[in-house]
């Protein structure tokens, strides 16, 4: 079975930076830029000018979840 990124489900998942997202994919920080203005990635969360991105909504993008929506955002 794939891991998930964040913790397991029975704890809060901590939002992800973009760096999470480099090193977990593998890919640079411009490409998870345009992979969101394509609409094939979910957009980020800004909070208080911090950009952060749910991992349950990054789970569904890449299919590892059978949800029909993410659970952090219902």
Same mark, same amino acid.
């Given at each position: 079975?794939?891991?998930?990124?964040?913790?397991?489900?029975?704890?809060?998942?901590?939002?992800?930076?973009?760096?999470?997202?480099?090193?977990?994919?593998? =890919? !640079?920080?411009?490409?998870?830029?345009?992979?969101?203005? &394509?609409? *094939?990635?979910?957009?980020?969360?800004?909070?208080?000018?911090?950009?952060?991105?749910?991992?349950?909504? =990054? !789970?569904?993008?890449?299919?590892?979840?059978?949800?029909? &929506?993410? *659970?952090?955002?219902?």
């Amino acid at each position: 079975m794939e891991e998930e990124i964040g913790l397991a489900a029975d704890h809060v998942r901590p939002l992800l930076t973009i760096r999470d997202l480099t090193l977990h994919f593998s =890919v !640079d920080e411009t490409t998870i830029r345009r992979w969101v203005r &394509q609409g *094939a990635f979910p957009a980020p969360s800004r909070i208080g000018g911090v950009v952060r991105w749910c991992p349950g909504c =990054v !789970d569904l993008a890449v299919g590892k979840s059978a949800r029909p &929506q993410c *659970a952090e955002h219902g």
